[in-house]
């Protein structure tokens, strides 16, 4: 069985923005990294049209800064950045699932008494 088939969509689909600024943390990248970071890391195949309208309403919302690279031997790339903001929004919901997933654990975890 491959990631994808693995993982429940929704739960990809909740967890997608989340993992987009981390795999933006370490620095400026473009799409079709951010897809092969994430299928790297265990996550399955992310679609680019999944992809790229959240980055979309990330830099909207002032999370995440582009820029146009040209290429070495084709046309060139769009870069994605956090902004300051991102960063914050990153750690604001880092802590924020570690609270949920000790909720989660917790409940799946604890037999009714």
Same mark, same amino acid.
């Given at each position: 069985?491959? +990631? %994808?088939?693995?993982?429940?969509?929704?739960?990809?689909? +909740?967890? =997608? #923005? =989340?993992?987009?600024?981390? +795999?933006?943390?370490?620095?400026?990248?473009? #799409?079709?990294?951010?897809?092969?970071?994430? %299928?790297?890391? $265990?996550?399955?195949?992310?679609?680019?049209?999944?992809?790229?309208?959240?980055?979309?309403?990330?830099?909207? %919302?002032?999370?995440?800064?582009?820029?146009?690279?040209? @290429?070495? +031997? @084709?046309? @060139?790339?769009?870069?994605?950045?956090?902004?300051?903001? @991102?960063?914050?929004?990153?750690?604001?919901?880092?802590?924020?699932?570690?609270?949920? $997933?000790?909720?989660?654990?917790?409940?799946?975890?604890?037999?009714?008494?």
């Amino acid at each position: 069985m491959n +990631a %994808a088939e693995q993982w429940p969509s929704d739960w990809l689909r +909740a967890t =997608l #923005g =989340l993992c987009v600024l981390r +795999a933006l943390q370490p620095g400026p990248s473009y #799409g079709y990294a951010i897809i092969t970071e994430l %299928a790297r890391r $265990g996550f399955g195949e992310i679609k680019g049209g999944t992809l790229y309208p959240l980055l979309a309403r990330y830099e909207a %919302a002032g999370l995440v800064e582009t820029q146009w690279r040209p @290429g070495a +031997a @084709g046309p @060139g790339r769009k870069y994605f950045a956090l902004t300051d903001q @991102g960063r914050s929004e990153l750690t604001r919901l880092r802590a924020e699932w570690a609270r949920f $997933g000790t909720v989660l654990d917790d409940f799946l975890t604890t037999t009714k008494e």
